[in-house]
């Protein structure tokens, strides 16, 4: 079984977008919006697609930690307007999960972004290989 | 002449509102929206309404500086959700402008603030008093 | 007894001080550091002062909730740099204790501010006035 | 010839720190300073690195432009403290320079991070390959 690819600058590989209105202070003195705005926009999506994912299953202390973020920064970016971030799964490890981000300004991909987000057992704080029934979840909401 | 008070908890007194998404780096670790990311949503408002208020002017170096920031909170506020930021003019004194903002969750006052704006001569650099057509302009529309 | 008055644009106000470092992203597209990153310094100050008050007394669900900030811009502050924040207690109200700030690059102060925050009782969800053995130290804080 | 590689964890791997206070705003709702603090205390090491690279060769139009951040988060870190970045040169592309941030608290190191910088022509808006000069001293800069 070969590996889904995902291109993050498509708007057609989101089914959910969230908006992020931008910021005035998202501006830094280069004129345009700081990398760093860039990097809360993506949290906003990753919030969406990874925060309670685990809230239907019945595993107490199963969690995630958040372990890498790449940003990609296709176009600048200005105040004022308003930003689409899509998000959705894109992979899953034995013990971690990777997103998937795209942000749109109308059409136009301004930055890309992959998250990993570790599984994680708050009882013993450490990573862990979830369980069967979130491997299977995860991997129909990838291939969906 | 009195000077004309405005209530800015009340979602009537403003004509013009512009909305922020909440961001998830907005809460801190008491778990809700920190007073400085408010700052960051009155900014928002006070672009809208101070920015652009001297381009219809012929005063080249005719400009505002940010002098004083108030700002009082009224209720916590969470993540996820959009506020919508409220803003109008409400006094003016020789050299300086002050706007006033309410920050609303639906008909919910969170906050309020008053900023205030010197007017300030780029070329001398130093704070002004305004041309008679700018305050009769400010004047109408705090009447207004 | 009349009420004393602390001039915060002076280092002598203050007996403490704690360094904030400007960050790149704390500059806006006027390419000085953005008003809202100052509300940020001031908080840092703020955490110091009052955060922490209540801890040598035994008020079970005594606490403070933030309700007024007031800052004073008075320079332009640019990256890179540390400013000092230093902060006291300057005034009580009946529930409330207000504290000053004075942020410092060298000698030179970049701006004030003043915080209100309300004694607030957790089990009633309410302001309340202080016990007295609160007001009692917070006036030896304010006078000391 | 091949490529160095650099343990971005190691204090002993980096020449120059520069150090960042954490804020109290930093930290989220989860209790802990927020990745995108991280990303703003990154840039703050970045600008140390690769602003002024360009300064002191005769190019004129020759600029960078940031294509991507990579972000390892290794362990939490919580207000109040003051972390270090240190920031080296690790890697040279056509177009392309890689710079290797370590976050360290202590000899603790809470985060890496490697950014990618694109050689830029402001007078034709596009990426470049840099002049032979540049491209010595950039290597010189990775080897040392």
Redesign the interface.
Known sequence: MTEQSFDLTRRETFDSF????I???D??????V????I???V??GR??IVQGLLDRFDHPGLDF?????????KRELH??G?VEVGGRLIRMGSKSLTSGYGIFLGNECVATSESVNVFYDMNTRSSVVPPQDVQDAVRELIAG
Do not use: C, K, W
């Open positions: 969230t908006p992020v209105t910021r005035f202070s501006q830094d003195s280069m004129g345009h700081n990398n760093v705005s990097a809360a926009y949290e906003v919030t969406m930690i958040l372990a890498r973020v790449v940003i990609d920064y105040y004022p308003t």
